[in-house]
């Protein structure tokens, strides 16, 4: 089954960052990619709430290390709290 995204989710996010990546290093890139903290072929939802912007080697880093992973979680609670109207 392949999963469908909303390409207003990967937008936004984006958008968010503003070029930034988003998993504390706080490096300027050209290029940033959105990643799923709950992986969406995990039953993670697409939402902004679960959406991140980092750089490709940080991507990779998330998708390695499960520590890291959670340190995006718990940034992503502050940059992208629930009770924020979004998505």
Known sequence: LAVVRDPRVRAYVLQRAGGVCECGCAITYPYLQCHH?????????????NAIALRPDCHVRADREQDFNEQLL??????????????
């Open 37 to 49: 903290v709950h992986a969406l072929g995990k039953g993670g939802e697409d939402s902004v709430f």
């Open 74 to 87: 718990l940034r992503l609670e502050v940059i992208e709290p629930r009770e924020a109207e979004a998505l």
